[in-house]
């Protein structure tokens, strides 16, 4: 999945005045396993993608989501589940972030393939979120779904909260999906450290757009899980608006003891029984 974000290193695509940065930059990313990238430039409207030429949308309303699909496509059927998932993530991310309520307008538009995703925006992608316009999109079939939650956190967070850096909002991301493919993120973290896939927590936060998203994901989600339950909110609100700069002087520790501390957490869980990546 991706999420969307003016930026400065970019490749021209053909897209709605798009740029396609393949290389995360100092931006923000989506879910690593669908193959990471950036859409910078104008981020389209609802307006935008509600009138592109060859789709006929219809449209449902929750208590805080437009739902836009095609009647005739694989998926259509699903709409309760999915608008109940987003309205569940919606909650989750509030609660979260300590926000008592989102008023912004969130569009949520659903295609049933990547093939479909493509005529609608350009790229191939399972998932994509544009914050500032508050538009995500989706890939949805009888047979495929995935949650709103990780785009969501994107869209919503930076909305209330700002724009952090890059490894503390996919670490944010992960950590309030409560897990990565169906690991525990502490367990998956262990299980990463203590092999080849180590990174470096330095690593990790200053180089994390040159790292495998398939380890850097999780271990950012456990690392903001072990600020989360040792300093609480405040804690990751730290990280977020200062990175590990401001971290390290919320905390009095410095980025060192710091990792010394999550790696204790870890070694406290259990990583039998993980196969991984």
């Known amino acids: 999945m991706r999420v969307v974000q003016r930026q400065s290193r970019s490749h021209l695509v053909g897209f709605i005045l798009a740029t396609l940065i393949l290389s995360v930059g100092a931006g923000l990313s989506g879910c690593g396993l669908s193959g990471c990238a950036l859409l910078g430039g104008g981020q389209p409207s609802a307006q935008q993608l509600g009138t592109r030429d060859g789709f006929d949308w219809s449209e449902v309303r929750t208590a805080h989501f437009t739902i836009h699909y095609e009647p005739e496509a694989s998926g259509a059927g699903r709409l309760d589940e999915v608008g109940r998932d ?3 993530s919606l909650d989750r991310i509030l609660r979260f972030l300590g926000e008592d309520g989102y008023e912004r307008p969130l569009d949520l538009f659903i295609v049933p393939s990547r093939e479909r995703m493509v005529d609608l925006l350009g790229v191939q992608t399972n998932g994509i979120a544009f914050p500032e316009t508050g538009v995500l999109v989706f890939l949805v079939n009888d047979g495929f779904r995935i949650s709103a939650r990780h785009e969501l956190l994107h869209v919503v967070a930076m909305n209330v909260w700002g724009k952090p850096d ?17 690991h525990p993120l502490h367990g998956l973290a262990r299980h990463l450290q203590e092999g080849e896939h180590r990174i470096p927590l330095t690593e990790l936060t200053q180089k994390f757009e040159k790292q495998d998203d398939r380890i850097s994901y999780p271990l950012a989600g ?9 300093w609480g909110r405040n ?35 259990s990583a039998d029984r993980i196969e991984y990546p």
């Open 86 to 88: 987003a309205e569940e």
């Open 166 to 182: 890059l490894w503390v909002n996919e670490g944010v991301a992960v950590c309030v999906s409560d897990g990565w493919y169906g």
């Open 222 to 230: 456990s690392f903001v899980r072990f600020i989360e339950e040792s």
């Open 235 to 269: 804690g990751v609100r730290a990280a977020w608006d200062g990175g590990m700069d401001g971290l390290t002087r919320f905390t009095g520790k410095s980025a060192k003891q710091l990792e010394d501390g999550w790696i204790e957490t870890l070694d406290a869980v």
